[in-house]
């Protein structure tokens, strides 16, 4: 529609630390607007009639009036989205192309450029809300709405009221089709009771205080990878060395994350010592793939504590590598290295007192040339050995096209030995290093195998480790089953309540058990969870 259309339309304002979706939600209600799609077409243009609550787009697209009051699509984005969230992790080219994406375009496959869909936190990001929030909304702003530090993935509690954050049942991928809707009781699922023990506690205010003070950053800030996970491995270091016990990271890891595991989204974290290694190594080598922001902020967690120190680490290891990189003296030694002006006479003076190299072979003197080159002698020694110049032993083999090929497969078989000898005693020595990490251990004996000798390489490298843990084992979906049923079951228990004893919905379990709806897509797996849903389907009709 025109703007000038619109121009005769109120515009809300913003409420405190309220989101896009929630501001776009009040002036539905606002305009008394019959549908959805009457709304979304007001608001983005005609032809627009999906609504997405985590990532807006079309934010070009929104009324001028709109704009005059909400502010530009870059301040909606910046302080009205959970977007800010993933920026910092992100490189400038990329965060570039999310704005150009959110503010022109639909958001097509966003989610899987962000390292959302494969970072094993999901990515879907469902709305949620404090009970206690509500009830302070309406009586100070007489309208409960979404606040955007309940929105992001790994804040469980409330950051005013430190009470459990509730998921909506709307707007989910096992629901109806997403709809203008805000906050209420009857919208939002049960949860599990508070958590008793008070480390748990403390552990999530942290995480969710760590993840909001990564999105304040937002887009100022872009952290270098190699800092990253120089920050991680310093720390790792420093925690084995201040430690008197020994130090496992792997089992403590695993232990620090089986107190977070019940809590969403962090259901995918490692509780086994295999599983932490490779969360661990992960983080700490040179990423392939961009990584969820929940990765690095369960790492920080753990090895830092607060979000903070993480951030003094990083300063402290960016500037020593700043200053080693661009310190003065290597400034001057770059100066000094270059060569000086050289005068004519100079020149002369050197050739003069340079040692000259005979003009002409004596026969015996090429005889022993000769020899030492049929044995594969490298030109260098020969010409150590003998006093002549490379040039010269080039003039002899070019004279001699048979002792050139002659040299040179010789030269190759030696070579060929060497390097093989250097490979397989490196294996002996370390049996159960896999190749990747031999080739960084011998990175020129692997080069020249690799050119010059493949086949043997190949198939010395097949009898080594692989190195991976986890990628080649046999799916157990017996195990799957079984462990959703527990997740399900657990959820029906813990929704029960001596008072009334009424059977949990169906919706709250899929709300609550966020892995459901992608397992039960699956249509041949997961017969014994099919059977129990249909069961407590069965059991809250009747």
């Not at 999906?50 to 009051?69: G, I, R, Y």
């Not at 960016?318 to 200053?323: P, R």
């Not at 005979?358 to 006093?387: D, F, H, T, W």
């Not at 959703?484 to 813990?494: A, D, K, P």
Request: glycine share 4%.
């Amino acid at each position: 529609m025109a703007d000038s259309a619109n121009a005769s339309v109120p515009i809300v304002r913003w409420l405190p630390d309220e989101t896009f979706f929630s501001i776009c939600c009040r002036q539905h209600r606002f305009m008394c607007r019959g549908t959805k799609a009457s709304t979304t077409a007001w608001l983005f243009g005609e032809g627009s009639s999906s609504v997405q609550h985590d990532f807006p787009s079309k934010l070009n697209s929104l009324p001028q009036k709109a704009k005059e009051v909400w502010g530009s699509p870059l301040n909606i984005i910046t302080e009205h989205t959970i977007l800010p969230l993933f920026f910092p992790f992100q490189s400038k080219e990329k965060i570039r192309d999310v704005l150009d994406t959110v503010s022109k375009n639909s958001l097509g496959t966003l989610k899987y450029r962000l390292g959302l869909v494969t970072g094993r936190f999901g990515a879907e990001h469902p709305l949620k809300a404090c009970l206690e929030c509500l009830k302070e909304d309406r009586i100070k702003h007489g309208v409960a709405y979404w606040h955007l530090s309940h929105q992001y993935p790994g804040v469980t509690l409330c950051p005013k009221h430190g009470t459990l954050i509730r998921i909506c049942s709307a707007n989910r991928q096992w629901s109806d089709s997403a709809h203008w809707v805000l906050p209420a009781e009857d919208l939002i699922a049960s949860v599990a009771e508070q958590p008793v023990c008070p480390t748990v506690v403390q552990i999530l205010k942290r995480l969710g205080h760590s993840v909001i003070e990564l999105a304040t950053l937002g887009i100022s800030v872009q952290f270098r990878p190699e800092d990253v996970m120089g920050a991680y491995n310093e720390a790792i270091r420093h925690l084995s060395v201040n430690t008197e016990a020994c130090f496992d990271a792997e089992a403590d890891l695993a232990s620090f994350a089986s107190q977070l595991q019940p809590y969403l989204p962090l259901a995918s974290l490692p509780t086994t010592p295999q599983k932490a290694e490779t969360f661990i190594q992960s983080l700490i080598r040179t990423p392939r793939v961009n990584s969820h922001p929940l990765k690095h902020l369960i790492m920080i967690t753990y090895i830092f504590g607060e979000f903070a120190p993480f951030l003094g680490a990083l300063n402290r290891f960016q500037s020593a590598c700043d200053q080693e990189t661009y310190s003065p003296d290597h400034e001057k030694q770059a100066v000094g290295d270059k060569p000086a002006h050289r005068f004519k006479g100079q020149e002369i003076r050197d050739r003069v007192f340079k040692k000259l190299k005979p003009k002409k072979l004596k026969p015996e003197l090429r005889e022993q040339i000769l020899g030492c080159l049929r044995k594969g002698v490298e030109k260098n020694s020969i010409a150590e050995r003998y006093g002549v110049s490379i040039s010269t032993i080039n003039r002899i083999l070019r004279a001699d096209p048979h002792m050139m090929a002659a040299w040179i497969t010789q030269r190759r078989d030696l070579s060929l030995h060497d390097h093989r000898a250097d490979w397989v005693s490196a294996i002996g020595m370390n049996p159960d290093v896999s190749p990747k990490v031999l080739r960084l251990m011998l990175p020129k004996v692997y080069q020249w195998l690799y050119r010059n000798d493949n086949d043997w390489l190949m198939a010395q490298t097949k009898r080594m480790p692989s190195g991976r843990v986890g990628n080649n084992q046999k799916i157990d979906w017996g195990a799957r089953d079984r462990q959703l049923c527990e997740s399900i079951e657990l959820i029906i228990q813990r929704g029960k309540t001596p008072a009334t004893n009424l059977p949990v919905r169906a919706d709250h379990i899929f709300a609550l058990v966020p892995t459901l709806h992608r397992c039960l897509e699956k249509r041949n797996r997961y017969p014994e969870a099919r059977k129990l849903l249909e069961s407590v389907t069965q059991s809250t009709k009747t």
